[in-house]
């Protein structure tokens, strides 16, 4: 790829993650971190009956790639559901991995495009999304009655 993986979009990215805070009083938090490269991030959300993310606080240390990522993740999430979250998570890992011709349809989703041939960054890059899943799972799961 000619495209420098740290572009400057990507930095410009990467300084400005929206919702970069926890939540007080969050449904659910999750903290998942890369084995692969360390980057870390935790994930509050509180989710509306429906399932809907409704709120969300990001924190993450992560490469700028990782946090360019979040800062995709931060301006997309609000309003959708984790079936939503997942699907644009495999929308973006199956690019990665060669599977699919595209990213996806998240604004901005495409600027990860840089780091396909870089398999060391994928697993920064989809951290978020997997904090995020997982924290809305568990919020809904609190949710349901046995």
Not at 71 to 83: Q, W
Request: aromatic residues 2%.
């Amino acid at each position: 790829m000619s495209e420098a993986l740290y572009s400057r979009d990507i930095l410009r990215m990467a300084v400005s993650i929206p919702h970069q805070h926890r939540l007080e009083n969050p449904d659910a938090s999750a903290e998942r971190r890369s084995r692969t490269c360390g980057s870390s991030a935790i994930i509050d959300v509180n989710v509306s009956p429906a399932g809907l993310i409704k709120e969300m606080g990001i924190e993450i240390n992560a490469c700028a790639l990782g946090q360019a990522s979040a800062a995709i993740v931060g301006a997309e999430a609000i309003g959708k559901t984790v079936d939503q979250i997942s699907d644009a998570r495999t929308n973006l890992s199956g690019y990665l991995a060669g599977e699919r011709a595209d990213s996806g349809d998240w604004e901005n989703i495409d600027m990860l495009d840089v780091a396909k041939d870089h398999k060391g960054r994928h697993a920064a890059i989809l951290l978020t999304f997997d904090a995020l899943i997982e924290a809305c799972e568990m919020a809904i799961a609190k949710t349901k009655v046995i």
